[in-house]
């Protein structure tokens, strides 16, 4: 069985600053990794996937993860944010060769953009 | 391209009664699966279909259910409610091997 961790339950920045939410997994097998973003009042939208290949994978919006397998973490950044950036963010993890439909959420990061 | 729709958005119900949520996938897409999100527990994986067939269930007791029709259309049913129940219920279709889930905006269920 899969568990993801979300190490902070709310993350505070001021707008342009640098930010990064943080993910780690646990899994006996081979893992793909998501990040989903949940604005008010609406479902998940994915801002990007790891599935195989480059470790540092790039998604919209700006935003950016790096696989560690070694860490099992898959840490959310992004150089500079935006007050738009105001959302919940969650990490996720499926079972590879299950596909992506079964997931394992962590608890999610509430990230607040101050200006 | 229309994205995932759910229906009803709110309603409420009272414990004892059942409930049938409704998804419509993204034309196209043949996998559906449903999450239930609380403050609490967070998102949970109830299911997924695929074709027609349950491919993947969660850890939830038999009074969760659900269905797909030919046109991938998707119910989830949730008999004898109870007040643990309440929660926003999720609805997501993907294509095979895509990698990626679209989430319609939920059905939030209240039981008083």
């Known amino acids: 069985a899969q568990s993801v961790t979300q190490l902070d339950s709310q993350v505070p920045v001021f707008e342009e600053a640098p930010v990064e939410l943080r993910c780690n997994y646990s899994?006996?097998?081979?893992?793909?990794l998501f990040w989903y973003v949940q604005y008010p009042n609406q479902g998940l939208q994915l801002l990007l996937k790891y599935l195989s290949g480059s470790t540092l994978v790039k998604g919209i919006n700006g935003f950016e993860a790096e696989f560690n397998k070694s860490q099992t973490s898959f840490h959310l950044r992004k150089p500079s944010v935006h007050i738009s950036d105001t959302a919940e963010y969650f990490c996720?993890?499926?079972?590879?060769?299950?596909?992506?439909?079964?997931?394992?959420f962590g608890q999610g990061t509430r990230l607040t953009i101050n200006p | 391209k229309a994205g995932v729709t759910q229906t009803p958005r709110y309603l409420i119900k009272t414990r004892g009664q059942q409930v049938t949520l409704s998804c419509s996938p993204i034309s196209g897409h043949r996998s559906v699966s449903w999450y239930q999100q609380t403050p609490g527990q967070g998102l949970q994986f109830l299911f997924e279909?695929?074709?027609?067939?349950?491919?993947n269930k969660g850890n939830f007791p038999g009074r969760f259910s659900g269905r797909q029709f030919s046109n991938s259309r998707s119910e989830m049913n949730v008999s004898t409610l109870e007040l643990g129940d309440s929660a926003l219920y999720l609805c997501?279709?993907?294509?095979?091997?895509?990698?990626?889930?679209?989430f319609g905006e939920g059905s939030r269920l209240t039981v008083l």
């Open positions: 996720a993890v499926s079972e590879e060769g299950q596909g992506a439909q079964k997931l394992v």
């Open positions: 279909y695929f074709s027609e067939t349950q491919r």
């Open positions: 899994s006996s097998v081979s893992v793909y």
């Open positions: 997501a279709s993907s294509l095979e091997f895509s990698g990626e889930l679209f």
